[in-house]
């Protein structure tokens, strides 16, 4: 999946979150890309996908006694 795609499903998730309201569709797709920006000025794309970018770090298995 391109940047562009990456956005574009980014800033549907947020219209879908908020409630799908009208007349917000720059508002998503701004904020997407704001979310995405440090991924694919880097290079990295594939690491700005919605699916690492919301991933809840889990915590050592050590930890866990």
């Known amino acids: ?3 562009d795609e990456r956005i574009r499903q980014r800033a549907y998730e947020i219209w879908q979150a908020e409630g799908q309201p009208d ?3 720059s508002e998503h797709w ?3 890309r704001e979310e995405m920006e ?3 000025k880097e290079g990295n ?3 700005g996908s919605v699916e690492s970018s919301v991933a809840i ?3 050592k298995s050590d ?3």
Do not use: I, R
């Open 45 to 47: 794309a594939e690491a």
């Open 63 to 65: 930890n866990m006694h």
């Open 1 to 3: 999946m391109n940047v």
């Open 23 to 25: 007349g917000k569709e």
């Open 30 to 32: 701004q904020q997407a």
């Open 57 to 59: 770090p889990m915590p």
């Open 38 to 40: 440090p991924f694919y």
